[in-house]
């Protein structure tokens, strides 16, 4: 059985630009939530992909955007990059939205917006 | 107020005591509850879920739930330096279905 993977590991894209990050999900698992950490926080909630349908969105931005695929891996885009977007972005994949057995995080992607 | 509330310590034990870490959440609508271990530059790993009030045990876990007081806790024994770590609560709302976190507890276990 394999974890969930995402790529790429680490970023460093400029202010202004835009970048698209990776995530295959767990397999058996046909959901994908997105979430962002800044330093010394908690992972924030920005959306999940159930069934390559939108389910559900945190207070984040148009700018932040996804896509879920038939295989149920997913991506991340963001738009216009800000500096404050300079984060750690995590893909967790789940059986299903709400699981009761929680959602299986990947290493991450580390963002740094300059 | 935050929806998920934690002390962000860092919160220091002794090697072999017992690290107590404490949560508590907004929603009463939240139906599940999860403690995550998150070593410094990784991502979470989940370490114990509940969503019946009581007490759970796994090894050297423990997490304990009341609905009534809206109140998580974990218990590590025998802590070991290996758990030193930021220990991150999350609450799952079924209506909402997704994981909302606190902003973590960082635990350092002295030898």
């Known amino acids: 059985e394999t974890g969930v993977t995402q790529s790429p590991t680490h970023l460093i894209k400029t202010r202004g630009q835009q970048v698209t990050l990776r995530c295959s999900s767990q397999?058996?698992?046909?959901?994908v939530s997105w979430y962002q950490q800044a330093l010394g926080q908690g992972p924030q909630f920005i959306f999940q992909y159930y069934r390559e349908e939108e389910n559900g969105r945190g207070n984040f931005p148009p700018r932040f955007s996804g896509l879920q695929f038939p295989n149920y891996s997913s991506e991340l885009n963001v738009n216009a990059l800000e500096l404050d977007d300079s984060a750690l972005y995590l893909c967790?994949?789940?059986?299903?939205?709400?699981?009761?057995?929680?959602?299986?995080f990947g290493s991450g992607t580390r963002l740094t917006v300059v | 107020q935050k929806e998920v509330e934690q002390n962000s310590g860092p919160l220091s034990v002794p090697e072999g005591a017992i690290a107590s870490l404490n949560c508590t959440y907004s929603?009463?609508?939240?139906?599940?509850f999860f403690w995550y271990r998150q070593y410094s530059g990784k991502s979470p790993e989940l370490i114990m879920f509940i969503y019946s009030n009581g007490d759970k045990e796994d090894g050297r876990f423990t997490a304990q739930l009341n609905k009534a007081s809206q109140y998580v806790s974990l218990l590590i024994r025998d802590s070991q330096p290996s758990d030193s770590a930021t220990y991150l609560c999350?609450?799952?709302?079924?209506?909402?279905?997704?994981?909302?976190f606190g902003s973590g507890t960082q635990l350092t276990v002295l030898p």
């Open positions: 397999s058996g698992h046909n959901t």
């Open positions: 967790a994949s789940s059986l299903e939205p709400g699981s009761v057995y929680g959602y299986t």
């Open positions: 999350a609450v799952m709302v079924s209506s909402a279905r997704q994981l909302t």
């Open positions: 929603d009463r609508g939240s139906q599940s």
